[in-house]
């Protein structure tokens, strides 16, 4: 099993700019999430996913959109890409079974608003 | 009421001593308190977990001590190693359409050998 993967590693973007982020994991589970990492922040949840198909804002959803077609594959977009946006984005994943709160994380990608 | 506190920001131990790192928390809902270490370049990972009607647990070095009254949990890394040398995120989260997890802030220890 490869866990949680995520694609692209690095990437540098202009202002104005769009890209998708993409997360795929094959333990077949109901739950994901996209995160960002800054520094003295820790974790802060962007969006969420419940099923196939559907998706939810976190905590700080403005400037993000996100889609879930397939189970295993949560894409986190941005439209238009800002400096603020500057971050360590990490996806993770949960079974989304009762009383099993642990979150399986990728390696992240780094994303650089120029 | 969402907030997860942690301290301290950094920490910096000798081999052999003992870790100590502390989370506050306010909402009485979260019914799941993880600790996640996290090594430069990597995703965090799960390290140790507690639900709030135990009040210690421990694997091998590593011991979450949980005090639901003050809602407060602290992880203790005893006889620290060099290899422990990582960020510790202590969260919380409550299964309420989907596991929400709530991070702290992060502690960034040091071990000197």
């Known amino acids: 099993n490869a866990g949680v993967t995520q694609t692209p590693k690095f990437r540098v973007l202009k202002t104005g700019q769009s890209m998708t982020l993409l997360c795929a994991q094959d333990m077949n589970h109901e739950y994901m999430y996209w995160y960002r990492q800054d520094p003295g922040m820790g974790l802060r949840l962007i969006h969420y996913s419940v099923g196939e198909g559907t998706t939810a804002k976190g905590e700080v959803p403005d400037g993000y959109n996100v889609s879930r077609l397939k189970k295993q594959n949560f894409l986190l977009g941005l439209e238009s890409a800002a400096p603020s946006q500057t971050s360590v984005y990490f996806c993770a994943s949960n079974p989304g079974l009762a009383g099993v709160g642990t979150q399986y994380f990728g390696p992240g990608t780094r994303l650089t608003v120029l | ?113």
């Open chain 2, 1 to 113: 009421q969402q907030q997860v506190k942690q301290s301290p920001q950094s920490l910096i131990v000798q081999k052999g001593g003992i870790s100590i790192i502390n989370c506050a928390y306010e909402n009485t809902a979260f019914d799941y308190f993880p600790w996640y270490q996290q090594f430069p370049g990597k995703g965090p990972a799960l390290l140790i977990a507690i639900r709030p009607d135990v009040s210690e647990k421990k694997e091998g070095r590593f011991t979450i001590s949980f005090n639901k009254s003050a809602k407060q949990f602290s992880l203790h890394i005893m006889d620290s190693q060099p290899g422990d040398s990582a960020t510790y995120f202590c969260a919380a989260s409550v299964n309420t359409g989907g596991f929400k997890t709530i991070f702290g802030a992060g502690t960034r220890l040091f071990v000197k050998a």
